[in-house]
């Protein structure tokens, strides 16, 4: 009501009947939209299915909209509904109901008889349920190094020269002529070249003080020779030397030292007896 006469409300808002016109001016209460409506053209309607809105959106105001409905987890969609995934099926959550009908998946089971009937799947060795509830729907991806229906069977393991494959999925460390061997999990590496050994044919072989390399094996010199430790198996041939060959190679070495040491010293000398020669030849002439 305004001036003393009845007055239509505003589009989108509302009042009761019975407004006293000789009375005070009276005012229009907004219509407030209902849970899952929204304004169009100051009118409150229904969202389309698969949509939501919260309520109370004013009708007086401007045009809303509806939102699509997210599912929870465990939740399909199904004809814009959110529907329960039945037996032990999963769905992550976040399906959008405004959209196209989705699907829950079948669950990994460890328990051999889990045929998918209940939408648990037999599944081992890492590997991800698929499909849904029903024998022969449910199916399981396996990780690599594993195969089979169920991912039951590990693989034969293979060698690699990437230090950081312990075998986990097929692959093993395993070189200098190794072999691998086992399956997924359990690898082994064995049947090394010559001269290498270890859990992954990675160490050389290095043979001790007094042996020589014989055809990629270590074998004892012959008596009365030797030779130092560290020559590698994996390497050409080595030889000792005669003990005492190396004895006299010191000595000589020594007795040159000794030389070389009494001609600097006999040199010294010489320059000692010179300048005093010198010396005296000069005192003559003064006196002279």
């Not at 389309?48 to 809303?64: F, I, L």
């Not at 989705?102 to 009937?117: F, I, L, N, Q």
């Not at 089979?148 to 590990?154: D, I, L, R, V």
Request: proline share 0%.
């Amino acid at each position: 009501m305004s001036s003393n006469s009845c007055g239509c409300c505003a589009s989108g808002s509302t009042n009761v009947a019975g407004d006293d016109a000789s009375g005070e001016e009276t005012t229009c209460d907004a219509t407030l939209c209902a849970l899952d409506e929204y304004v169009s053209s100051n009118a409150c309607t229904p969202c389309a299915t698969g949509y939501g809105n919260a309520a109370d959106d004013g009708a007086s105001g401007g045009d809303t909209t509806c939102d699509g409905y997210l599912c929870a987890v465990d939740e399909y969609v199904s004809s814009n509904a959110c529907t329960a995934c039945v037996g032990g099926e999963t769905n992550a959550a976040g399906d959008d109901a405004s959209g196209s009908d989705t699907t829950c998946s079948c669950t990994a089971s460890s328990t051999s008889s889990k045929d998918g009937s209940d939408g648990t799947f037999y599944c081992i060795n890492g590997g991800t349920a698929r499909g849904t509830t029903g024998v022969g729907t449910c199916t399981c991806t396996c990780n690599v190094g594993y195969s089979g229906f169920s991912c039951e069977t590990a693989d034969a393991c293979s060698a690699s020269s990437t230090s950081s494959k312990d075998g986990s999925d097929g692959t093993f460390y395993c070189i200098n002529g190794g072999t691998a061997g086992g399956t997924t999990g359990s690898c082994t590496c064995t049947s090394c070249d010559a001269g290498y050994e270890g859990d992954n044919c990675h160490t050389a072989i290095l043979c001790a003080a007094n042996q020589r390399v014989v055809s990629n094996a270590c074998t004892a010199c012959g008596e009365g020779t030797q030779n130092a430790a560290g020559d590698e198996v994996s390497g050409a041939d080595t030889t000792c030397v005669s003990i005492r060959a190396e004895y006299y190679d010191q000595y000589y070495e020594t007795q040159e030292e000794v030389a070389s040491s009494s001609r600097s010293s006999r040199s010294s000398d010489a320059w000692i007896v010179s300048a005093g020669l010198l010396v005296c030849f000069f005192h003559g002439v003064e006196r002279g």
